[in-house]
């Protein structure tokens, strides 16, 4: 099999709720070990974009590829099976419970007759938690006791315990105080350097420029820009991004850069 | 106060060293307990001296007690299930019935457990695949399995006396010296179903799904299949309740289970499993049931009326509930936010 250059890749992916069309017709690639900046407005279908990815939704027409295998729907196991993990803007935490079980959650180690190896995976969460800059926090510490930075911290360190090659960060930094707005970035230049790939979510586009390798704009349903972070300095993204807001379209001195030609 | 430190507080507090913390709430339900028993002791000395008093409150603590450590388990799924008592009434009438036909052999056991497991798959799919509200589909399914035994049974009892002192009368209600079978059973089920709850897959999952059911479906937990095989194990768990309550009694009386309903569903709450769900201990049921029984047996020997006991019974439900709040309460002070 041939090394694949996109983890993800869809085809005129469409999603309709009704009579709200939430994607229309949206062709999104990211690369192997590339993070892509996903921004865009409110509704713009960011979130419905990630989670058809995950398998929380099927799409209604469209395709996804992921490591060269074609896909007409997904399912949350499937798409964790080939190494998706979305960390979602609803936190999928099980708060009354310990760091270790959340860590854990739906892939446990076990043995034989399926009981828990629960030494095991404390041991393996301590040092995850410990890698990703956790390691403050005992393993057994109850998850609703941590602030949304840790939470999410949390959740990324679930990610990269089951080995994901795609973590799906949705609005990873909202809510969060400038610290741990830091934090959670320290944890996504981490997963870049271990040879994951990501998408980034954000409506604070200086939360995801500076850890973005490249930045896609979705408007109502449909990408409208897709550039290089080497093109764009912070400013010329915000720029754009308030233009579309206004015009609905990418302004025309930066055309030239869109990797979408419209 | 100025800002929080670096190192949060509480992680230098013993929070996770000491076992008292950790524990609190099952330390309080069985400081309850103590406490229950002491008073009744200083009342009736000689009553709780005489270990007859404890075979006789654990002849029937298991009839209590046994559904309601499978009732946890629904409880901690943020579920509830009012038809219990039936599906207690229904597998003592399959096992009553099988032994008439046939004799009294381990098959009407069997098909006493099969009825129940089926029993719990009907509220399981009901829940599930119908999404109706659990207190809503068991109430209908509480209705239909008491009508269907009535209807057998044309309201009348049926006696089982003639098997008394067969060995498998015996395994089940027998007395090994003055201790009843039945306890020994209690605590099997007790330690099994608190295995399975820390310790195994199956545990978290029933866990999860309570606590944060959406998460639980996001990371693949097929939450559906936790909750029916949660009313199956319930369901059997009853059945097998229902037969050891009918063979203590040595008659089948198409009433059985509905005192239990309540005291049951109580002994849940006083062990400290909130109905909102996520959370719960099988230890806590377990003191939680004891503590009804204890006042049953308390009030009755100290020589009141039995009137008593219903007014006791709320009294302490309800100082239970508040140590509860309050033990919580303190937790979420102390554990203030990590940041
Ligand atoms: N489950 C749903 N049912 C009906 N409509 C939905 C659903 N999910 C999303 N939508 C609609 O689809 C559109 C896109 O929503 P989506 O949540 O994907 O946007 P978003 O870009 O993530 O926005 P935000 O920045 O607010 O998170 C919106 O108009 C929204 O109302
Ligand atoms: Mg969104």
Not at chain 1, 39 to 53: E, F, Q, R
Not at chain 2, 287 to 293: A, N, V
């Amino acid at each position: 099999m041939p090394e694949e250059k996109y983890i993800v890749e869809t085809v005129n992916l469409v999603k309709r709720f009704g009579d709200v069309v939430a994607l229309k017709g949206v062709n999104f690639k990211v690369r192997v070990n590339e993070i892509v900046g996903l921004v865009g407005d409110n509704g713009a279908g960011k979130s419905t974009l990630v989670k058809i990815l995950a398998g929380v939704y099927a799409p209604t027409e469209g395709e996804i590829i992921i490591k060269g295998q074609r896909f007409k729907r997904l399912t949350p196991r499937k798409a964790y099976e080939l190494g998706i993990v979305l960390v979602h803007q609803e936190r999928t935490l099980s708060e009354n419970h310990t760091i270790w079980r959340n860590i854990f959650m739906g892939r446990e180690l076990t043995g034989p007759l399926g009981f828990l190896k629960i030494s095991e995976m404390r041991e393996r969460a301590q040092k995850l938690l410990k890698e990703i800059g956790l390691k403050a926090i005992p393993p057994d510490f109850p998850v609703k006791y941590l602030s949304g930075g840790y939470k999410q911290g949390v959740q990324i360190t679930r990610a990269l315990c089951f080995e994901a090659d795609l973590v799906i960060l949705d609005e990873p930094t909202i809510q969060l105080s400038l610290a741990e707005v830091q934090r959670v970035l320290e944890y996504v230049r981490e997963l870049k350097k271990r040879g994951k790939s990501s998408i980034f979510i954000s409506h604070n586009i200086y939360h995801v420029y500076p850890v973005a390798d490249k930045f896609v704009i979705l408007d109502r349903g449909r990408i409208v820009g897709e550039f290089l972070k080497k093109d764009l300095t912070p400013d010329d993204l915000s720029h754009i991004m308030i233009s579309i807001a206004r015009t609905g379209r990418v302004p025309p001195e930066y055309r030239e850069i869109n990797l979408i030609s419209s | 106060m100025g800002k929080r430190s670096v190192l949060p507080k509480q992680l230098k507090t013993p929070y996770f060293t000491g076992i008292t913390a950790k524990y609190k709430l099952q330390i309080a339900i069985l400081a309850i307990f103590l406490m229950l028993w002491l008073i009744f002791f200083a009342i009736n000395p000689s009553g709780f001296s005489n270990p007859y008093t404890y075979t006789a409150m654990f002849s029937v603590a298991p009839f209590t007690i046994i559904p309601a450590l499978s009732l946890t388990y629904v409880i901690i799924l943020g579920e509830i299930d009012l038809s219990f008592p039936s599906v207690m009434a229904l597998g003592a009438l399959v096992l009553t019935l099988t032994w008439k036909t046939f004799g009294p052999t381990p098959l009407g056991l069997l098909l006493a457990l099969s009825a129940g497991l089926l029993a719990g798959l009907l509220n399981g799919i009901l829940i599930t695949k119908f999404q109706i509200p659990s207190l809503i589909a068991t109430i209908g399914t509480m209705f239909l399995w008491r009508g269907f035994i009535l209807v057998v049974t044309q309201g009348y009892g049926i006696p089982l006396g003639e098997y008394r002192g067969l060995p498998i009368y015996e395994m089940l209600v027998g007395r090994i010296g003055i201790i009843p079978v039945q306890i020994i059973w209690t605590v099997i089920i007790a330690l099994v179903l608190w295995v399975i709850l820390n310790f195994h897959k199956f545990g978290a999952y029933v866990y999860y799904t309570g606590d944060n059911r959406i998460a639980a479906k996001m990371l693949g937990i097929n939450t559906d299949k936790v909750i029916i095989s949660v009313y199956m194990i319930h369901g059997a768990i009853a059945a097998f309740a229902g037969v050891l309550a009918t063979l203590e009694m040595a008659t089948f009386w198409p009433a059985l289970g509905e005192i239990y309903l309540m005291k049951s569903i109580a002994s849940v709450i006083v062990g400290g499993t909130p109905v909102t769900g996520g959370i719960g201990t099988i230890f806590g049921t377990f003191i939680g049931g004891l503590i009804l029984e204890l006042i049953e047996t308390g009030i009755l020997a100290v020589g009141v009326t039995g009137f008593w006991i219903r007014l006791v019974h709320g009294l302490v439900i309800i100082i239970a509930l508040i140590a509860q709040v309050l033990i919580r309460r303190s937790e979420m002070r102390r554990m203030r936010v990590v940041e």
